[in-house]
């Protein structure tokens, strides 16, 4: 029987951090007399021995420190404690979780006592038609933004399926540079194409993505099509039902093209079939996680590409591989059928050659599924022909004036002031955000908790110290206490993002600043990610850590490739941040550029 309940928490929490293994429980234990309330400490004892030493070597990862006497009364009652814990995973009376059960603890960013930010109608107004003929050359019809492809495909200028022969032959083409394809679906995409073309002919025309190939980051579900996630362990997964976002897209008549590649499990750009490349620079990976979309998108293979971002998986590749990249306000692109990295940080978004093709992508997209217990109902306003003179653009001053902002970034700056908008500093407290990460990676940890215990991580092709086999592990030492906390201070740092956002319609940021990154998407905030110019490189740039083993390429002659600025919008006003984004777009005149070779 443990001394009290007071002991037990502030004793056993720490030891968790030692390793667990099942065991019989003690047949021996005494049932309670009769009126006795239940108490902590009383079960059966379960698990390996453990001693005041093995909580003295547990205090190094908590970093708490205990006296040699409350050691020694830890260890006394430890095996006793434990078993509670462990049961669920440990036994007699195991239990599986499945895939697609989430917390019970949810992250809502709308913050209870606020005035929300949200638009108050459903309002979609799309650029005017600049009546643009269909080019001769087909490698001009295979970059043109999706709002140009829309209107051909509309006109009957090009069929669907014509559109679609296009990109399978440039797929097949290209991807052997650029390893960006996982699987390529061109069974369904010729036969969707075709019932494209009939409806369209029986006057069934369903928008703007109507008849547009389209390409799948690897870990949203395809009925009857593998989804591998990028890693070797599910490399032959098959599911029996669409992803929620593919449903809608099929609904909307859009045609899949591929499934595309992704770093194993959503980490960086290495994936079972190699590295997936830069199309502007083919001696460096495209970045990840959504390292496909990035590169077949920039390289002309795609009309859009679906993408996803936990921590920067559709910023990164889209500011390295120079196109736009739409993350969505957490909760409003419903994630059901989608791979589970992080519950309460996991989002779906839109990357395309324009931003109004992103938006148009988004309206397809939005809404809540029942399958999502974190989606909701959410409108959009956008109108690509509305001013953007008279808003606020805020920006951080430091950040502007050292790396990894360029002068890309203060071009942009300047170039929105000319535009109209009115500049505002702002300042972020200088707090340690990155012990966020917590969240991240215990419930990365727990939701491949079975490959990890299992050792099906072990199979992965990347297995630094910097890769997920590693950090899963490593979490399984994480302190509950310490997450606790780290939630908390979300929703500090969320109170903090609320006032800031309070002063301006759209945050400017440099686009992998790591504070901007880590802030925005643990507060579920939307970004915009848009080339707005070039910078030159003399060495490759990685998303991994730097590793003798596995040195960079460098080059005697600077390379030219593009550069993008991030807007972070108000929570659920995807809408001003396209609008902004399309007027810095439209003013940098770099949008059309393409990489060499493609």
């Known amino acids: 029987m443990a001394s009290s309940r007071r002991q037990f928490l502030t004793h056993t929490v720490i030891g968790l951090a030692s390793t667990a293994v099942s065991a019989a429980p003690d047949a021996g234990t005494s049932a309670p007399p009769a009126g006795a309330p239940p108490t902590f400490g009383a079960g059966p004892t379960v698990g390996p021995e453990v001693s005041p030493t093995t909580f003295a070597e547990a205090e190094k990862l908590m970093q708490v420190q205990l006296t040699p006497a409350e050691r020694t009364q830890a260890a006394g009652n430890w095996r006793v404690s434990l078993a509670p814990l462990h049961e669920r995973r440990t036994g007699p009376r195991k239990l599986a979780l499945e895939p697609e059960l989430s917390p019970a603890s949810q992250w809502n960013p709308s913050l209870p006592g606020l005035k929300p930010t949200a638009p108050a109608k459903d309002r979609f107004v799309r650029s005017r038609d600049a009546k643009v003929p269909l080019p001769a050359k087909e490698e001009d019809i295979a970059f043109a933004p999706l709002t140009q492809l829309s209107r051909w495909v509309e006109s009957r200028a090009i069929t669907s399926e014509r559109l679609t022969q296009l ?31 009939r409806d369209l002919a029986a006057g069934r025309y369903k928008g703007p993505l109507h008849g547009i190939p389209w390409g799948a980051k690897d870990l949203v579900d395809t009925a009857g099509i593998r989804t591998t996630y990028g890693a070797e362990p599910f490399r032959d997964r098959v599911p029996t039902t669409d992803a929620a976002t593919v449903a809608r897209l099929h609904r909307a008549g859009a045609v899949l093209v591929a499934k595309l590649s992704l770093g194993a499990l959503a980490l960086n750009d290495v994936w079972f079939g190699g590295e997936t490349k830069n199309p502007w620079l083919l001696e460096e ?48 692109v419903p994630r059901t059928g989608a791979m589970t990295l992080c519950w309460s940080l996991d989002k779906l978004g839109p990357m395309t050659r324009g931003v109004e093709d992103s938006l148009l992508v988004l309206a397809a997209l939005n809404g ?3 399958g999502d217990v974190a989606s909701v109902p959410a409108k959009l306003d956008f109108d690509a022909n509305a001013g ?47 012990a966020l990460n917590v969240i991240l990676f215990a419930e990365a940890a727990a939701a491949f908790e079975e490959l990890t215990l299992t050792h099906g991580v072990d199979a992965l092709k990347m297995q630094t110290p ?23 201070l979300r929703r500090k740092v969320a109170q903090e993002m609320a006032r800031i956002m309070s002063q301006v319609d759209v945050l400017l940021v440099p686009s992998l600043r790591d504070e901007a990154l880590t802030i925005t998407n643990h507060t579920g905030h939307p970004s915009l990610t848009l080339r707005t110019g070039f910078v030159e490189v003399s060495r490759a740039r990685s998303d991994w850590a730097p590793d003798p083993k596995r040195p960079v390429p460098t080059f005697a002659t600077p390379r030219r490739v593009p550069h993008g600025v991030t807007f972070i919008g108000q929570l659920f006003d995807e809408g001003t941040l396209g609008r902004v984004g399309l007027a810095l777009e439209r003013a940098s005149g770099v949008a059309g550029e393409r990489p060499p070779g493609f």
Request: charged share 20%; with cysteine; aromatic share 8%.
């Open 167 to 197: 990109y399978l032959a440039r797929l097949k083409r290209h991807d052997p540079k650029l390893q960006c394809v996982i699987t390529l679906t061109e069974e369904l995409a010729l036969q969707q194409a075709r019932q494209a073309d």
């Open 388 to 434: 953007v003179k008279g808003l606020r653009v805020g920006y951080v001053p430091a950040w502007m004036k050292e790396s990894p902002a360029t002068d890309v970034d203060r071009a942009a700056l300047e170039r929105l002031k000319g535009l109209g908008l009115t500049p505002v500093e702002v300042q972020f407290p200088d707090w340690p955000y990155s």
């Open 368 to 370: 809540p599924d029942a």
């Open 285 to 332: 990976g495209s970045s990840g996680s959504s390292a496909g979309p990035g590169a077949a998108t920039a390289a002309g293979l795609v009309g859009f590409s679906l993408g996803s971002e936990t921590g920067g998986s559709i910023i990164s590749p889209s500011m390295r591989c120079g196109i736009t990249g739409l993350r969505p306000t957490y909760g409003r």
């Open 466 to 488: 910097d890769a997920w086999p590693n950090l899963f592990r490593q979490s399984r030492f994480l302190s509950a206490v310490d997450y606790v906390q780290a939630d908390r």
